[in-house]
């Protein structure tokens, strides 16, 4: 299995990321003039329908490859850490000169096709669902929604041999066993209620197994496998049942990374190792090393205040998340309570003491 050259990687990253997205809210007129600009040389675009607010829906496709991948990003409007990683892609497939192998080798042997934002409406407002409160992520059956429908038209007419589903995880999630947020986390969804491993499944695996032996050289600890259960009605599940395998990418926090600026960087590593892989590999076999990812664990809030005294004269923590919402079109988020009590075994992102010092 190879591995993309992680100090050519960083140097290139650090000059090239797309630097004209930025923050936790990434909406349609952030991405449109960026889309317009790309050299149509390379890319196709093609406008593929629109939501339920009339907006548009871009597919973009690129490379000549009989590997077929298809990518969407931000199905929920509130998650854009992996519509920022597909345009650093972008910028990666058009100039890489340092890692023109790779870049190359997967142009050649695969064809992308891009849903950069699927859900527009939901990204406009800052919410899961889209603007008639569908998730779209649960809407893979019922096909209720416009957006639902044009992913399952281009999945259809694409048929594609890996999917790359981009998810943000909220911020409760650490890695079993550490202190560690889940800065990034993986699945292979299942097909069945048995969560059978199928060769499918087995091969989206081995793909998830080469993206983490890349961020295990970055992010040790913090890398985590998301829970597996079936569900019946959710978009990777069904997918994956379909025959088209299916990889997961939830980016998670880091560090004083709210804006998930950093956690961008390690969403488009994953990202592009695994595609380097699917380009450059025909062995899907080697799958086992997935099970050796530890399972996500919800120990962790954003805030937690240790040694406050109740009612009572007990000791108590008090623990807050944040909570984001669109106001005067700008995000704002607003601490709000969550729990109360004897919280020894849970890690706040921050924490601090009843007077206000700051603990960690």
Partial sequence: MKIIDIKNLEDWYGANFENRLKGRRIVFDDIEPIINNLDSGYFEKDIIGVSENGTSIYKLKIGTGKKRILIWSQMHGNESTGTKAVFDLF???????????????ILANCTLVFIPMLNPDGSDRF??????????NRDAVALKARESNVLRGVLDEFNPDFCFNLHDQRTIFNVEGTKNPATISFLAPSEDLERSLTKGRQETMSVIVSMNSLLLNLIPNHIGRYTDEFYPTATGDNFQKLGHNTILIEAGHYYDDYDREVVRKFNFYAMLQGLFFIASETDFSNYKPYFNIP??????????????????????????QLEYKVENNDLIFVKKEVDRGDLKGFIGHKEFNATGEELW
């Fill in 127 to 136: 919410t899961r669902v889209n603007i008639n409160d569908v998730d779209l």
């Fill in 295 to 320: 399972n996500n664990d919800k120990k962790c809030y954003d805030i937690i205040y240790r040694g406050f005294s109740s009612k009572e004269g007990k000791l108590e923590d008090v623990a807050y």
């Fill in 91 to 105: 910028k990666f497939l058009l100039n890489a000169a340092d890692l023109s192998q790779e870049k190359d080798l």
